[in-house]
């Protein structure tokens, strides 16, 4: 049973560049949520995809966007990349967008230079 | 909104001891707490979870935590700690909306566990 998988594992860029991470949710799971968990911090909800729309969204700018597609995989896009945006991203997956069983990717660390 | 606070930020313990890693929230409506654990390098693992009915959980390597609702509380114990329980260890809480969760995850900012031999 495939777990939750993230790609790239690293990535570096520099500041004023865009980014994109990919996740792909456990098999059979429908619903995904992007995490921001800077150095020595608990992660931090970015966004919510359910039924290829954004459910929910936590108090991150609108430079931070993202997409599900018909497969369920998402997609999480950073524009205008800026030193602070370094942080280890993790993908959440889970089965409808009310459940609390949520399981984690192992993440793709960006560094913002 | 939902808040978490851990206490410690480092704990530092030696093997075979008991070990206490406490959490403590702050909600206007009824919610779903979660403790998950991390490894050097890796994603988040889901230790434990109280949803309701016993406020005592039991979770996996031996890990429980205790809710009290008075004290808004949920403390993650273990008996006698191994090398390998050496990770960080977040405390979690989403809201539960009568019955169901809006599945957005509050963390607090984690609490490293030292195990020493």
């Known amino acids: 049973d495939a777990g939750v998988t993230q790609s790239p594992t690293h990535l570096i860029k520099t500041r004023g560049q865009q980014v994109t991470l990919r996740c792909s949710p456990k098999?059979?799971?429908?619903?995904v949520s992007w995490y921001q968990q800077a150095l020595g911090q608990g992660p931090q909800f970015i966004f919510q995809?359910?039924?290829?729309?954004?459910?929910q969204r936590g108090n991150f700018p609108d430079r931070f966007s993202g997409h599900q597609f018909p497969n369920y995989s998402s997609e999480l896009n950073v524009n205008a990349l800026l030193l602070g945006d370094s942080a280890l991203y993790l993908c959440a997956s889970s089965l409808g967008s009310t459940s609390y069983e949520q399981y984690f990717g192992p993440g793709t660390r960006l560094t913002v230079t | 909104a939902q808040s978490v606070t851990q206490l410690d930020s480092q704990v530092p313990v030696f093997e075979e001891a008991p070990v206490e890693l406490r959490c403590n929230y702050s909600?206007?409506?009824?919610?779903?707490l979660f403790w998950y654990v991390q490894y050097p390098n890796q994603g988040l693992q889901l230790l434990l979870k109280y949803l309701s009915g016993s406020t005592l959980v039991k979770g996996i390597n031996g890990f429980e935590a205790e809710f009290n609702k008075s004290q808004t509380s949920f403390h993650l114990r273990k008996p006698s700690v191994h090398i390998s329980d050496t990770a960080e260890y977040f405390c979690a809480v989403s809201e539960n909306a009568g019955g169901t969760s809006y599945g957005k995850l509050t963390f607090g900012q984690g609490t490293i566990l030292t195990v020493h031999p």
């Open positions: 098999s059979g799971h429908d619903t």
């Open positions: 909600s206007s409506v009824s919610v779903y």
């Open positions: 995809y359910y039924e290829e729309e954004e459910r």
